[in-house]
């Protein structure tokens, strides 16, 4: 069964340091992950995605994350945190066995401290 | 370009009423999945249309039904409402093929009281 742990549902940094999100996955095939953001009475917005190309996958507002099969992991990060990027983040998978439907982790909370 | 849009953005019902959401999916695409993000919590997949019909379906009960239109369009009916449907209904469109590239609209949200 397709499952996503999100293993940090807040995380708190300074602006200017490093931001790391976790997530562990479960798939029972080569998955597609995702991570989105949602910002405050926003829809979801796609920060990035892989779907089986380069394992490092780069994305939107200089955020990245790394497929990482033996670990069953894909953490999101940035070097460097901005009061824009506090928001409620949500890493997904989803593969072909289910019709590619979106599972959901229950969302990391980024808090940026000025 | 029209992105996702969702109406109506809140709606409150009482207790054993009906409702009806709307999605009108992004220009170009053709699949329609709808979604109910309790509070709190990552969004939850109920139900994805495609050609007019039901594709697939999560683990939500007959009370929730859909439609799509020719127009791609969809609805999302929730019948004998419950306190524990008040949440965040998201719709996201797709193109079939490219059903990993969703974009989801706003979202509505429901109280029922």
């Known amino acids: 069964a397709q499952s996503v742990t999100q293993l940090d549902s807040h995380v708190s940094v300074s602006e200017g340091t490093p931001v790391l999100l976790r997530c562990n996955y479960s798939?029972?095939?080569?998955?597609?992950l995702f991570w989105y953001v949602q910002h405050p009475n926003k829809g979801l917005q796609l920060l990035l995605k892989y779907t089986s190309a380069a394992t490092l996958v780069k994305g939107i507002n200089g955020f990245e994350a790394e497929f990482k099969k033996s670990e069953t992991s894909f953490h999101l990060t940035k070097p460097s945190a901005h009061m824009s990027d506090a928001a409620e983040y949500f890493c997904v998978v989803s593969d072909q066995a289910t019709g590619n439907q979106f599972y959901f982790g229950t969302g990391t909370s980024l808090t940026v401290i000025p | 370009d029209a992105g996702v849009t969702q109406s109506p953005t809140h709606l409150i019902k009482t207790r054993g009423q009906q409702v009806t959401l709307r999605c009108s999916p992004k220009s170009g695409h053709d699949t329609v999945s709808w979604y109910q993000q309790a509070l709190g919590q990552g969004p939850q997949f109920i139900f994805q249309?495609?050609?007019?019909?039901?594709?697939q379906r999560g683990n939500f009960p007959d009370r929730f039904s859909g439609h799509q239109f020719p127009n791609y369009s969809s609805e999302l009916n929730v019948n004998a409402l419950l306190l524990g449907d008040s949440a965040l209904y998201l719709c996201a469109s797709s193109r079939l093929g490219a059903n990993y590239e969703q974009y989801f609209g706003p979202g509505t949200r429901l109280t029922v009281t």
């Open positions: 798939s029972s095939y080569s998955p597609s």
């Open positions: 249309y495609y050609e007019e019909e039901e594709r």
